[in-house]
């Protein structure tokens, strides 16, 4: 069976830092893309950061471009967020997700192979 178990998250104060960490099994973790989403209170979900399948690429929100990391260690089928200078509105819980990227969201395989974590809470407050 398929899982992504996050950690790592926690309260922390302004500024401070944080390294998230997914763990995951049940699939070829090589043969996916890693992203870390996020999600608010009141707000919508949102795309943080994510990883091509052999760590070669990256994308980040602007909202965290130059403050937050992503990496990927595929020998140890896991993936990392660590988020520096952190502030308030970066709390939220922190999903890890996992998709090949070779289906459109249109096809019928795209739900098939899209996997999510539980999530992490991170909460950045004085």
């Known amino acids: 069976q398929v899982q992504l178990v996050?950690?790592?998250g926690g309260l922390v104060q302004p500024g401070g830092s944080l390294r998230l960490s997914c763990a995951a099994s049940g699939f070829t973790f090589s043969n996916f893309a890693m992203?870390?989403?996020r999600q608010a209170p009141g707000k919508e979900r949102e795309l943080v950061a994510d990883i091509t399948s052999a760590g070669r690429s990256t994308n980040y929100a602007d909202s965290v471009k130059g403050r937050f990391t992503i990496s990927r260690d595929n020998a140890?089928?896991?993936?990392?967020?660590q988020m520096n200078s952190l502030k308030p509105d970066d709390t939220a819980v922190y999903y890890c997700n996992a998709n090949p990227r070779r289906f459109s969201s249109s096809s019928s395989y795209y739900k098939l192979y899209d996997y999510w974590g539980q999530g992490t809470q991170v909460t950045v407050s004085t």
């Open 6 to 8: 996050e950690s790592g």
């Open 35 to 37: 992203s870390w989403y």
């Open 76 to 81: 140890k089928n896991t993936v990392y967020l």
